[in-house]
């Protein structure tokens, strides 16, 4: 008797629930009916990425408007590695490119967490079991598992952020970035705005995408000395030696802040940390001490570390989120080929974050400079790198 | 006038086991009621009901002609109830006010401890009943005479008017024990009621007022000092004839098996714990060691069986020069020790009984077989030793922690008397022990000697050590102050010795 | 005999309140417990955490989930329903995902489809292979805790092992597989015994505690890897932390096609436990060792070498360690690469302490976290949860496991007979 009537409740309430979810739902189906306009609707992300975008948008909403009974929706699926979804750095950045494909293609988008290295080739194959469309996989430890999974699942896309393989494997999207073009501006400005003529940046484990970043930084403060025929310099990394400063680990934000606060006592006003969370500790330090700035790295700190943003000069861009979606997009257009993406100061894939709140302390000439050497990078007229 | 306590047919059963079976038990104010009994006897649950740290099945507690529930310790002492535990609970990091105060904080505005009024009340105490005890003293650096003292304080604080007393004096020397029973006399004497609880035959007859003496969970009788003596209490709690005086024909010493010669020992803070003692132990007699705990005994019985370094001198045991040998070559030469802590050094309480028969020779023949140990070897001696030595457990299996402690002395013995000896060292063999087991141990010792072997006794009870010796050394601040033939000394005599007074004409 | 002071503070005697148990039940012999029965206490409390374990993770993935509280505020029962939906999906996903479907396996086996097989059985030989690690590390923390030695260093002793098995097993080249699988294997063990010895030593001769040691040892392991791994061990043609390939002699033998990737290493885990097991309990040495791990005072009395029992015990628990670190190197990842275990060795402790320092309670608490870690991936996948609540369910079992009085009080279970668990805690602080 109260078991019917509790399962009569049950039911009215489910169904409640199932309509109260159609509600949201209702908005992507939505979305896709004029894909002609997403491209366009986000102006300042170039979209093109992908290697070869002949716009294509026909085969989407063909498939789309039956969305009554769902139908394979496009899934999109992301494997990330053991520093977890909010990793606040490439995990983290890639994700948002996925819910942004998420809003704006009306796709589903779904992630793992790997705890243990043992857990990329499980998560992988849990992902192609699932039925995912495109598996997106982020860092170079994956690297390994990815390729291959790509051989075992030779059907299914692929592509990895951060990491490249030569030769390109026919099923995976490498996603690169030329990071010191971006870091390159930021050495520059940074030169350009310290009181103290020293600058300095450290980086968390000397690996090669760690050490992109302190290349372009030291050479953008080279290159405004040889410009200015002032002796600016850089504290934490010699890229000629391709020595200097790391913490040695991507965890520990209180070495952060003991890096940061030694760098201030040796007179640095502007530094740049490359070192993941462990950058929070360096900004805390700065913070601290009240005379100095941060450049932030990968995303714009002034967003993602907001309890931080009156001392966050700008922000080194590294836009994993564009790379990603494009290659979630090319995949859905049926344009998606293995090889490498690499995003650049060209196509937005890195770039330079805004002063904000700083804008009105950066000399007008200084920014019309930076423009023009931004314009000088991609025309390939100055090295980035040593 | 009604008596101040009454417990009227109190049962407690455990699992198998009927711990307090109908118990009756009167207790008259201003009187000392002695709770007689074996290890095992139910004395220690009685006592836990009435404190509350057990519910009984059946029965009832009268306090002052009115019926009181005990469900905790506080219900207790609201009912003027207090308990020493014999494991004391105290801080040792803590000054005596604060170990009183602790759980019944005095606070003054603002959450201030108050200490200075607390401290008076235990100066007040304390001279009330001629307890010399200093509040402010840490309670660390107190002897273990006055850290009972501080515990009885706690209760007093607390206005406890009945106090129980858990085997008060198994922790204490001699000359303590003496002070104690003074400090019980002045407690009755101030209108408090006192609970003895004890299996020391001497000390009740010397003090209590009443006697109970149970057995098995049961009352098996109830006298008084002036209608019993020490071979009737006896009986009555071991529930056989016990004899209290060793039997023994005079020992026939051989040849020397061990030799100490100006043997240096320092203890664990460093200090010269043994200073330059001679002596030797022949075949077929008992060497006593007399003296008050802490006059370096310890020390030199650890650096005999090798768990402690000497910093001068020689051990020779059987003409092999064993000075700073590990304790394996001394065990190997024949030497077996039935250590002074049973539970910290002489057994593996985790352990089954048999492994425990095992201990120190686990990797010879036949236990041991390459590097696999022989279960059923193992087993086979296990069980022939249960038989041979009397010792009650329920199996060979069943683990040392579990057994009482006279069965625990039983193991050690047995395991210790069972290989070929020529030496052993036994230091107080019996404390702690019930009289049954007591009994029993001397009689093996002596039967052990009999056989031959040399015998180094260690003891603080002089009644043992006079009971058992053939020859007596005194031992005082680290030295030997004299080495006699047990027949030509009195108790008296040995007994100055050890407090230190040395008189011309021994 | 008015008291106005209550409740003063006189708990129970500290250690005699199972004395006084102990004395009191001691004279008259008991009946003998059945040997079921005791193993029925044994299982029943560490069963009853993880009942209880999971029952409190229900709890946090409900409170965590949003649609429950967009239920709860339409109506109560509503959000009761809810509740239960969400538990009942998260956990039947968690048990397919863990065991793999009945029905799956049910059909394959009726329609002799090996490859339906194959997939039938892959989430419950993932467990297995989940598990092989945790057998290791939990064997490892086990032997330190009979030994009476806290090892917290499993996880640096896991980074050790790793490194030597990887090195061994891609720097020799042209061995045939028989003699470079035990060789790789081997080295994976003498690296985490190396690691192991250190803290044993110092412990042995200077007395510092074990502890303080295996932690200090855990970020010496990890940094070392780190550099090695972006030094002198990097794979030549790659920039980043990542150790070469071994060679496929060195590979742990798989015993089926892909996707299934149960190797030998499993096999060699429940060898490991049963050895480990013969030698704690069934040898002399074991004896030695145990003894000194109850109790050292009488471990010396009756003539044993404390020091070396100790450095003993350390080094063979970081030999089991370091056989977890090889076991992954060589049974599934195939290389080293930077951060490659979050946690093996802090988990271990957990199944150690799950399973009374026991190898069957080891191997039994290891399969059972190995089917949680892998079955909380289809959890995940099925309905978002993280993957972290199998942590928080592992905390709160371990909870219960390190303080039985809990479950004892919620379940009302009787109190062991004999005190055991004091005996347990104290082979804890090693000294």
Not at chain 1, 151 to 169: G, N, R, W
Not at chain 1, 186 to 195: E, L, Q, R, V
Not at chain 2, 444 to 457: H, P, S, V, Y
Not at chain 3, 41 to 57: D, K
Request: charged share 20%; net charge negative.
């Amino acid at each position: 008797m109260t078991k019917k009537l509790f399962s009569l409740l049950a039911i009215l309430i489910v169904a409640a629930m199932v309509l109260g979810a159609c509600a949201p739902a209702a908005t992507p189906t939505a979305a896709p009916v004029e894909p002609t306009a997403v491209p366009t609707e986000a102006p300042p992300e170039p979209t093109e990425v992908p290697t070869e975008v002949p716009p294509e948008p026909t085969e989407p909403p063909a498939t789309e408007p039956p969305a009554t009974e769902p139908p394979a929706v496009f899934k999109a699926c992301q494997v990330t590695d053991t520093g977890g979804i909010d990793d606040k750095s490439f995990n983290a950045t890639a994700w948002k490119g996925v819910e942004e494909a998420m809003a704006e293609f009306g796709i589903e988008g779904k992630y793992l967490e790997s705890q243990q290295q043992t857990d990329y080739e499980k998560n992988l194959k849990a992902f192609v079991d699932e039925g995912c469309n495109i598996i997106i996989t982020v860092g170079f430890l994956l690297g390994d598992a990815t390729a291959a999974a790509s051989t075992t699942y030779p059907d299914m896309m692929f592509s990895i952020v951060d990491y490249a393989y030569d030769p390109v494997l026919p099923n995976v999207l490498g996603q690169v970035f030329t990071t010191d073009e971006a870091a390159f501006l930021a050495g520059y400005a940074a030169a350009g705005m310290t009181k103290t003529g020293k600058v300095a940046t450290f980086g968390g484990i000397q690996i090669p995408t760690v050490t992109v970043f302190m290349d372009g930084f030291a050479l953008g403060v080279q290159y405004y000395n040889q410009q200015k025929g002032t002796a600016v310099e850089v504290l934490g990394w010699d890229p000629a030696t391709q020595t200097g400063s790391f913490t040695g680990n991507f965890e520990s934000k209180e070495d952060g802040r003991t890096l940061g606060l030694s760098f201030i006592d040796e007179g640095a006003d502007i530094i740049m940390p490359v070192a993941g969370p462990v950058g929070e500790g360096t900004a805390a330090a700065v913070k601290e001490r009240g005379n100095a700035w941060v450049i932030g790295v990968d995303a714009d700190w002034y967003e993602t570390v907001p309890d931080y943003k009156d001392i966050v000069l700008t922000s080194v861009l590294k836009n994993m989120n564009i790379t990603t979606k494009g290659a979630i997009q090319a995949a859905m257009e049926g344009t998606f080929a293995g090889g490498v993406i690499v995003g650049t100061l060209e196509n937005g894939g890195v770039g330079l974050a805004p002063f904000h709140d700083a804008d009105s302390l950066v000399p007008a000439e200084l920014k019309a400079e930076l423009e023009t050497i931004a314009a000088e990078i991609i025309a390939g007229n100055i090295p980035t790198s040593p | 006038m009604a008596p101040v306590l009454e417990l009227k047919g109190i049962t407690k059963r455990f699992p198998g086991v009927l711990a307090n079976d109908h118990i009756d038990l009167t207790l008259e104010e201003g009187q000392i009621h002695a709770l007689l009994g074996e290890n095992g006897a139910g004395k220690t649950t009685l006592m836990n009901i009435l404190y509350g740290l057990y519910q009984p099945d059946e029965g009832e507690i009268w306090v002052q002609g009115k019926q009181i529930k005990v469900h905790s310790p506080s219900d207790a002492i609201a009912s003027g109830i207090g308990m020493v535990h014999q494991h004391f609970m105290l801080i040792p990091v803590f000054t005596v006010t604060e170990n009183v105060m602790l759980g019944d904080e005095d606070v003054r505005a603002g959450g201030i401890l108050d200490r200075k009024t607390v401290a008076a009340k235990i100066r007040q105490i304390s001279e009330q009943y001629n307890l010399q005890v200093d509040p402010d003293a840490y309670v660390e650096d107190l002897p273990v005479g006055v850290q009972q003292r501080v515990e009885i304080i706690k209760l007093l604080y607390r206005e406890a008017d009945i106090l129980i007393l858990d085997e008060p004096s198994a922790v204490l020397t001699p000359q303590e024990v003496e002070e104690l029973i003074k400090i019980m006399r002045s407690l009755v004497e101030k209108g408090k009621s006192i609970i003895f609880i004890t299996h020391k035959l001497k000390e009740v007859l010397e003090i209590a007022d009443q006697i109970t003496v149970i057995r098995r969970g049961k009352v098996v009788g109830a006298t008084t000092p002036q209608e019993a003596d020490q071979n009737q209490l006896a009986e009555m709690m071991v529930g056989r004839q016990v004899d209290l005086e060793v039997d023994k024909e005079p020992g026939r010493p051989g040849q020397r098996v061990l030799e100490v010669k100006d043997l240096m020992v320092l203890d664990d803070r460093h200090q010269l714990a043994v200073d330059g003692v001679s002596f030797e132990v022949m075949e077929g007699e008992v060497l006593g060691i007399a003296g008050v705990q802490g006059n370096g005994q310890t020390e030199l019985v650890e650096a005999i069986t090798g768990l402690r370094l000497s910093t001068s001198g020689k051990i020779v045991i059987t003409d092999e020069d064993l000075t700073n040998s590990t304790p394996r070559q001394i065990t190997e030469q024949g030497v077996a020790h039935v250590p002074e802590d049973r539970q910290k050094d002489g057994l593996v309480l985790p352990f089954p009984v048999a492994d425990n028969l095992i201990l120190n020779t686990y990797y010879q023949a036949p236990f041991s077989k390459g590097v696999v140990l022989q279960a059923d070897k193992i087993l086979e001696n296990a069980n022939q030793l249960i038989k041979d030595f009397d010792i009650r457990t329920p199996g060979a299996m069943t683990k040392a922690g579990a057994l009482s402690g006279g069965n625990q002395q039983k193991v050690i013995v047995a395991r210790e008397f069972s290989r070929p000896i020529k030496l052993l060292v036994a230091s107080q063999p019996t404390r702690g022990l019930d009289v049954g087991s007591i009994e029993y141990i001397h009689r093996r010792i002596i039967e052990k000697r009999d056989q031959g072997t040399a015998i180094l006794l260690v003891s603080t009870e002089l009644d043992e050590i006079m009971g058992l010796s053939d020859r007596i050394a005194v031992m005082y601040r680290g030295k030997i102050v004299d080495v006699m033939p047990a027949q030509a000394v009195t108790k008296e005599q040995v007994g100055l010795l050890m407090a230190g007074i040395t008189q011309p004409a021994a | 005999m008015t008291n106005e002071k209550s409740n003063p503070k006189e708990g129970p005697p500290k250690q005699s309140a199972s004395e006084i148990f102990l004395e009191e039940i001691s004279k008259p012999p008991p009946k003998q417990r059945s040997r079921w029965r005791g193993i029925g206490q044994a299982i029943a409390i560490p069963a009853l955490a993880v009942f209880t374990g999971l029952l409190l993770g229900a709890v946090f993935i409900v409170l965590t989930s949003e649609s429950f509280y967009a239920a709860w505020s339409i109506s109560p029962i509503a959000g009761l329903k809810e509740a239960w939906d969400i538990v009942v999906t998260a956990y039947s996903a968690l048990f397919v995902g863990a065991i793999g479907s009945p029905k799956e396996i049910i059909s394959a086996i009726i329609n002799l489809d090996p490859e339906a097989l194959r997939e039938a059985l892959y989430p419950l030989t993932e467990s297995l292979v989940a598990a092989t690690p945790y057998i290791f590390g939990g064997l490892s923390v086990a032997l330190g805790f009979r030994v009476g030695l806290f090892n917290i260093g499993a996880e640096g002793q896991i980074f050790m092992g790793a490194i030597f098995a990887a090195f061994v097993g891609y720097s020799i080249t042209g061995l045939p597989a028989l003699i470079h699988i035990p060789l790789t294997f081997l080295a994976g063990a003498l690296g985490g015994a190396f690691w192991g010895f250190i803290p044993g030593w110092l412990k042995a001769k200077t007395g510092a505690h074990e502890v303080i040691n295996t932690i200090m040892l855990n970020y010496i392991a990890f940094r070392l890897s780190d550099y090695l791994l972006t030094g002198p061990m990097q794979r030549p043609d790659s920039f980043n932390p990542v150790s070469p390939t071994i060679m496929d002699s060195a590979k742990l033998t798989r015993f089926f096609d892909d996707p299934i990737r149960l190797h030998l290493g499993f096999i060699i885990a429940l060898g490991m436990a049963w050895l480990v097991w013969w030698f704690l309990f069934k040898t002399e040495w074991g004896f030695y060792l145990r003894s000194v791990g109850a109790n050292l005072h009488a471990a010396r009395y009756a003539g044993m070498n404390v020091p070396l029992a100790i450095i003993l015990g350390m080094t063979l628990a970081g030999a089991l360690a370091g056989m977890a670190g090889g076991n992954e190197v060589l049974g599934v990842n195939y290389n080293l690469a930077m951060a490659f275990s979050s946690g093996y060795g802090f988990d271990s402790i957990a199944i150690a302490l799950m399973g009374k320092s026991h190898p069957l309670g080891v191997v039994l608490a290891a399969l059972l976290f190995g089917a949680l870690r892998n079955g909380a991936t289809s959890m995940m996948l099925a309905t978002g949860i993280p993957i972290d609540i199998i942590s928080i369910v592992q905390a709160f079992v371990l909870v219960f496991v390190a303080a039985p009085a809990i479950i004892r009080t919620i379940y009302r279970l009787k109190p062991p007979p004999e005190g055991e668990e004091g005996i347990m805690v104290s082979s804890w602080g090693g000294d």
